[in-house]
């Protein structure tokens, strides 16, 4: 008997030592899939709201072009400055975007070639530094980008047959070592780096630049046969400009296309010369 008693309480005593070992194992895998499950929703959360958690909204308003240069300020220490974030190096090199909506009036245009400003990262004076320069050529209806290289200032690509009096969402996205230019949601241009990175800096964004310049090779050999010359600013209408610390995917470009330019006007800005059809989203059809 005694030793039947001896038995069952060596068999008790390991199914209790057993018992806590599985709760143990038990509580330690709950923990891990406790601890997945807030990570995907973490990784999940951050996805689906990277475009508002990287954005930098520099103007979130409408502004008539030709009325004031607005200097967007890039130093911390200044009073309304509103500082993007740079991008480092991600796996596929340098990442960002900007984001905007465009209305070109047809008054802009001249028989002069030349160059109208919208919009620059760089220098007061437009030149060497372009990270990005978006332009309006004064002869037509074409734009063109700027995007400085390690290489090179004079580093752009142009997008023909631009719509006028219409409204023109224009995204622009740096990754993989280009740059591309969307225009409603289209890739419509690819400027390639050929092997060097984009130069990027940290001087204030201007927009609306009334500065006239010119530079011709016999000057700056750099610059194109046809010149640098920049005539002030193009007329129109420019709308939520946007930054982005990463490359725009395809999805966001679209969702940032259909939430249509601001019905909000900018300091200063004549109400008559609005496009009555300004909050309709007719413009995304078709286009």
Known sequence: MEFI??????????????????????????????YLVLLFVEVLYKYINRLSLNRTVLLANTYSTDNKTIVIPQSPN?????????SNDERSGIEFSYSFYLYVNPS?????????????KGYS??????????????????????????????????????PVNKWVHIVLVCK???????INGNLKKKLSFDGYAPYQNYQDIVCFSQRRLSLKRSI??????????VFGTM????????????????AEIQ???NRGPSTKMGDDTNVSNIPPYLSDTWWTQGN
Not at 13 to 32: A, D, N, P
Not at 127 to 144: E, I, K, W
């Open 5 to 34: 008693n001896n038995s069952t309480q060596n068999i008790n005593s390991r199914m209790k030592s057993g018992g806590i070992v599985s709760e143990i194992l038990y509580g330690i895998t709950l923990c891990i899939v406790v």
């Open 255 to 257: 969702d940032l296309m």
């Open 176 to 182: 993989n070592n280009a740059f591309e230019i969307f």
């Open 108 to 120: 802009s245009f001249r028989q002069e070639y030349g160059l109208l400003h919208i919009f620059h």
């Open 220 to 229: 700056v050999p750099s610059v194109d046969e046809n010149g640098f010359d």
């Open 78 to 86: 200044t009073v309304g400055s509103k500082v993007v974030q740079l």
């Open 235 to 250: 007329k129109g209408l420019l709308s939520d400009l946007n930054y982005f610390s990463y490359g725009l995917c395809y």
């Open 125 to 162: 004076c437009q030149f060497p530094l372009l990270a990005p320069g978006v332009y309006m050529r004064s002869d037509t209806n074409t734009l063109r980008v700027y995007m400085n290289t390690y290489k090179t200032w004079n580093n752009y690509v142009e997008v023909d047959n631009i």
